[in-house]
């Protein structure tokens, strides 16, 4: 059974600085685009980023480029997001997902939720 | 790039078919069949109900489809049921290198 279990979330000041983390299980991590995904409070999914297979290809979203990096460690079953200089619309519940390709995300985790707050 | 436009409610009785359309543009929906759907009850994470505009995970209901015209893309819920009371999210490929485009959502109510 695939298992996608997030961890790193909390509540961090303005300005702090944060690292998610996505352990995957019951699939051969390293064949799959894997990717953040995340939901503001009563709000709409947005991507946040994603990343090829073998970690040469990373996309990250606009609102949050310099301030964000994917990184991923196959060896590890591991996807992270390292997230910089907070603000709190950063605030919201960030979901780890396999995609089988084009956004065809297939499994998802339970998702972390980050609070952005002084 | 911009989200993809729905409507953010739509609704039906049991038994009876609803249609949540999901509009973007020829440089994603249009451009692509690469159109995928998801279903998030509250608190959960969201779930793949179509793929590739029309296709259906293994264990998705038939009752489920979706389609696609031009820069708009459908998904269709055929004899609605209490459980299919839900957000529906559409999302579409935009090119390489260019994160996929999420729609707004909308909550369909079962009456």
């Known amino acids: 059974e695939v298992q996608l279990v997030e961890s790193g979330g909390t509540l961090v000041q303005p300005g702090g600085s944060l690292r998610l983390s996505c352990a995957g299980s019951?699939?051969?991590?390293?064949?799959?685009?894997m990717g953040w995904a995340r939901q503001a409070p009563g709000k709409g999914l947005e991507w946040v980023a994603n990343i090829k297979p073998d970690g040469s290809v990373k996309n990250h979203v606009d609102s949050m480029k310099g301030r964000i990096t994917i990184s991923r460690d196959n060896a590890k079953n591991s996807l992270y997001l390292q997230m910089n200089s907070l603000r709190p619309e950063d605030t919201a519940i960030y979901f780890c997902a396999r995609d089988l390709g084009w956004y065809r995300a297939d499994s998802w985790g339970r998702g972390t939720l980050v609070t952005v707050s002084s | 790039q911009s989200a993809l436009t729905q409507p953010p409610s739509a609704s039906g009785s049991p038994g009876q078919s609803v249609t949540i359309s999901c509009t973007g543009t020829s440089s994603d929906v249009g451009g692509y069949n690469r159109v995928s759907w998801y279903q998030q009850h509250p608190g959960k994470a969201p779930k793949l109900m179509i793929y590739?505009?029309?296709k259906r995970p293994s264990g998705v209901p038939d009752r489920f489809s979706g389609s696609k015209s031009g820069n708009t893309a459908s998904l269709t819920v055929s004899g609605l049921q209490a459980e299919d009371e839900a957000d529906y999210y559409c999302?579409?490929?935009?090119?390489?290198?260019?994160?996929?485009?999420f729609g707004g959502g909308t909550k369909l109510t079962v009456l």
């Open positions: 019951g699939f051969i991590f390293s064949d799959y685009w």
């Open positions: 999302c579409s490929y935009a090119g390489d290198n260019i994160l996929g485009l």
């Open positions: 590739d505009v029309n």
